[in-house]
């Protein structure tokens, strides 16, 4: 096929073409499967406050009228809960938007940004498309390396992306180690706490990062509701200092959180009950399908988040393209990570009852096929 000139149709700027497309997990079962049970998305099992779900019923006859702009009573509500200025918080159309509007800010063509190796993707993603470089850093066991990290950084530098906990792997770094990172950074690099996984986390030396916010003026927070019970939604938040603040909400779309997802995320982050359900159901099976896999013999990445990181033998017979395709075909909706540097590997929502069990008795007879 010939190739058509340029000068006959619209292209994408350089670079855009060579940025990898972002692929979501997999959402259904091949034809036949009767029950599905999706663990591909880091979704709450238990799903959304029944709070939430009134309040965006409550809302429903009013969506002819334009959102707030500002999402100010949104802002207020996260700011009332974590003890923050609502003037330091904006909100988004999920957190990955503010990812991309920082990348847009504050990186330009012949800058770096610095990622570690199994990081979320889209931050890759976005460097990109600023027209930056991403700079790879090594883990050390599935962890971020803190001395590599910093090791990494040049004169070209503007950004360092910090998953903690990091999605895919689940693993966290004390916030020690955070704040050592910080402190190794020029002032003029930004360092971007992205903290999705924030409220799963019971750890003594875990901090999300609203601390070091607040005294800083490089460090920005990045949260979402999505794993919490509303990723339908799609809200996500920044806490950052007044200048950041004031720099992303010039460029940021002027209705960019919906009616309906400002309502619900109110009502939603007031629901500390809820909240409470979901994380405590979490840790209890968390820890269940974590000693159970291992029992199979298979290598479990130790978790902090809502999901777990599986690791099959290096077998083809029991690989986890073939351990995919028979929980597939079972139901049972798994992440494949290829893409973030696991061939061999399943990321797992933790589920339902009924879908963890599922999920290990069917991992039992295929292990045993």
């Known amino acids: 096929m010939s190739q058509t000139s340029d000068k006959q149709r619209p292209t994408p700027r350089a670079g855009i073409m060579d940025i990898e497309a972002y692929v979501p997990g997999k959402s259904a079962a091949p034809a036949g499967v009767a029950k599905v049970h999706k663990l591909s998305s880091n979704e709450n099992p238990l799903g959304p406050s029944p709070k939430a779900i009134e309040a965006a019923r409550e809302v429903a006859a009013k969506l002819d009228i334009y959102p707030d702009g500002t999402a100010r009573r949104l802002r207020e509500a996260i700011a009332e809960v974590h003890g923050l200025n609502a003037a330091n918080i904006i909100c988004s159309n999920g957190s990955d938007e503010i990812l991309g509007?920082?990348?847009?800010?504050?990186?330009?063509?012949?800058?770096?940004?610095?990622?570690?190796?199994?990081?979320?993707?889209?931050?890759?993603?976005?460097?990109?498309?600023?027209?930056?470089?991403?700079?790879?850093?090594?883990?050390?066991?599935?962890?971020?390396?803190?001395?590599?990290?910093?090791?990494?950084?040049?004169?070209?530098?503007k950004i360092v992306f910090l998953a903690n906990p990091n999605n895919p792997t689940g693993t966290y770094i004390p916030f020690q180690e955070?704040?050592?990172?910080?402190?190794?950074?020029?002032?003029?690099?930004?360092?971007?706490?992205?903290?999705?996984?924030?409220e799963y986390v019971r750890r003594n030396d875990y901090e999300a990062g609203i601390e070091l916010v607040g005294s800083a003026e490089n460090v920005v927070m990045t949260r979402t509701f999505s794993k919490i019970g509303l990723g339908g939604a799609r809200i996500g938040w920044m806490y950052a200092p007044t200048h950041i603040v004031d720099a992303i909400n010039r460029i940021r779309g002027p209705f960019n959180v919906n009616t309906t997802a400002i309502e619900?995320?109110?009502?939603?982050?007031?629901?500390?009950?809820?909240?409470?359900?979901?994380?405590?159901?979490?840790?209890?099976?968390?820890?269940?399908?974590?000693?159970?896999?291992?029992?199979?013999?298979?290598?479990?990445?130790?978790?902090?988040?809502?999901?777990?990181?599986?690791?099959?033998?290096d077998d083809e017979k029991y690989s986890a393209a073939k351990a995919d395709d028979y929980l597939s075909a079972r139901g049972f909706i798994l992440r494949r990570v290829s893409g973030y540097g696991f061939p061999n590997a399943l990321r797992m929502t933790v589920g339902t009852e009924e879908a963890n069990r599922g999920v290990v008795a069917a991992l039992t007879t295929f292990l045993k096929s």
């Open 101 to 157: 509007l920082l990348a847009q800010t504050y990186l330009s063509p012949g800058d770096e940004a610095v990622i570690t190796e199994h990081a979320f993707m889209v931050y890759k993603i976005y460097i990109q498309s600023a027209g930056a470089t991403p700079v790879t850093v090594k883990e050390t066991d599935e962890h971020a390396d803190i001395d590599a990290m910093l090791a990494a950084v040049t004169s070209r530098t």
């Open 178 to 198: 955070v704040r050592r990172l910080h402190a190794g950074l020029p002032r003029h690099v930004l360092l971007v706490l992205d903290a999705a996984y924030a």
């Open 264 to 313: 619900a995320g109110i009502a939603a982050i007031r629901d500390r009950d809820h909240v409470e359900r979901s994380v405590s159901h979490n840790q209890t099976w968390l820890t269940w399908l974590s000693e159970e896999l291992t029992k199979l013999g298979l290598r479990v990445t130790p978790s902090v988040g809502n999901f777990i990181l599986i690791h099959f033998p």
